[in-house]
């Protein structure tokens, strides 16, 4: 079952005219007055074969979701990050913990179908990112190539508009003038976070036979801090969900304006049905940054889901050389999602 799928099982129906809808985990509480609240908490396990091992408390997220009218929405999400680790030398370390608005926007139906939303969302781009939950995605880490190529969050307008025609699916998003991210204080340095950008996605699928495929299009032009420097980042994506499995790609390239060194890579993932709440997943990735030189990396995982609040992974990455996430070793977490 796809993993969009096997996590909103439990979720309750909406209406046919509303695309306004809630989390995709399948959990949480409603409310009276249309009030939805939830959230999850992620603790991870790394053992990389030439590092310490370390126990973090790796994030806690809070999501709330009012719905006054059936056209009209407001949604946001808290989430708690850094707040201790334990390591094998020394010992618990804590840093007190960041609180960062990962979204927060208000999101009106104009028609059946497109929709408005104003405020921070995930920027869509990709597969990967407009998920960016611990518990909703097959491994522990996220793939190289979907951080640090674009800004993973956009602040401002969004128009999401949806479409069937013919036994086609249509999804197109655009966004801008927009900022990458809500600064309550100026960035100590510069970031992909902290300039504006604006940009667009266009995916379509349909059914072929016992599979679903869907191809998406994606551009994002932004700039870059105090620099103000101006970049583009394009990438294609891939979904195949076919007897079970559920088979994902990205390829992602980011140009910089000012003519330095581009950043690209890809990945290709299959998760794999081995029992109905148990998934084996495989994948292979590329990446090469701005600087310095490439690498690729194989990961071997399991994704289990035995009751509909608790999620255990346990993944082991295979690589020819360290970057920051995809160093070789085990990793795992367990999520609790309420």
């Known amino acids: 079952m796809p993993l969009v799928l096997l996590l909103a099982a439990s979720s309750a129906a909406e209406t046919v005219l509303s695309r306004i809808t809630r989390d995709p985990s399948g959990v949480g509480y409603v409310l009276p007055g249309n009030l939805w609240l939830s959230g999850d908490i992620t603790l991870t396990v790394e053992a990389p074969e030439t590092q310490d091992t370390s126990f973090e408390l790796d994030d806690v997220s809070l999501l709330a979701r009012w719905e006054p009218y059936s056209r009209l929405a407001f949604f946001g999400e808290l989430r708690l990050e850094d707040l201790f680790e334990v390591t094998e030398h020394e010992g618990v370390i804590t840093s007190g913990g960041q609180v960062e608005?990962?979204?927060?926007?208000?999101?009106?139906?104009?028609?059946?179908?497109?929709?408005?939303?104003?405020?921070?969302?995930?920027?869509?781009?990709?597969?990967?990112?407009?998920?960016?939950?611990?518990?909703?995605?097959?491994?522990?880490?996220?793939?190289?190539?979907?951080?640090?190529v674009f800004p993973?969050?956009?602040?401002?307008?969004?128009?999401?508009?949806?479409?069937?025609?013919?036994?086609?699916?249509?999804?197109?998003?655009?966004?801008?003038?927009?900022?990458?991210?809500i600064?309550?204080?100026?960035?100590?340095?510069?970031?992909?976070?902290?300039?504006l950008m604006f940009g667009g996605r266009l995916a379509a699928g349909r059914e072929f036979?016992?599979?679903?495929?869907?191809?998406?299009?994606?551009?994002?032009?932004?700039?870059?801090?105090?620099?103000r420097q101006w970049a583009t980042a394009t990438g294609l994506d891939l979904t195949v969900n076919a007897w079970g499995h559920e088979l994902t790609g990205e390829l992602t390239y980011r140009v910089p304006g000012s003519g330095g060194r581009t950043a690209h890579g890809l990945y290709l993932q299959d998760a794999i049905p081995i029992v109905r709440t148990l998934h084996g997943v495989l994948?292979?990735?590329?990446?090469?940054?701005?600087?310095?030189?490439?690498?690729?990396?194989?990961?071997?995982?399991?994704?289990?889901?035995?009751?509909?609040?608790?999620?255990?992974?346990?993944?082991?990455?295979?690589?020819?050389?360290a970057l920051e996430n995809l160093e070789t070793g085990f990793q795992a977490s367990f999520s609790l999602l309420f």
């Open 283 to 321: 994948r292979f990735e590329y990446f090469r940054p701005a600087d310095g030189p490439g690498a690729t990396a194989q990961v071997v995982g399991l994704f289990w889901r035995p009751i509909p609040n608790v999620v255990l992974k346990a993944d082991y990455i295979f690589g020819t050389r």
């Open 183 to 195: 600064q309550f204080r100026d960035a100590e340095e510069e970031s992909l976070d902290s300039g």
């Open 101 to 148: 608005i990962e979204r927060l926007y208000a999101e009106a139906l104009l028609t059946p179908s497109l929709s408005l939303r104003v405020g921070k969302v995930f920027t869509p781009f990709g597969l990967w990112n407009v998920i960016s939950r611990g518990p909703l995605t097959w491994t522990v880490e996220e793939p190289a190539v979907t951080e640090n």
């Open 209 to 227: 036979g016992p599979a679903w495929a869907s191809l998406g299009l994606n551009a994002a032009e932004f700039t870059r801090g105090e620099s």
């Open 152 to 181: 993973q969050r956009a602040t401002g307008l969004s128009l999401l508009y949806q479409k069937t025609w013919q036994g086609w699916s249509f999804d197109a998003t655009a966004y801008g003038p927009a900022q990458n991210q």
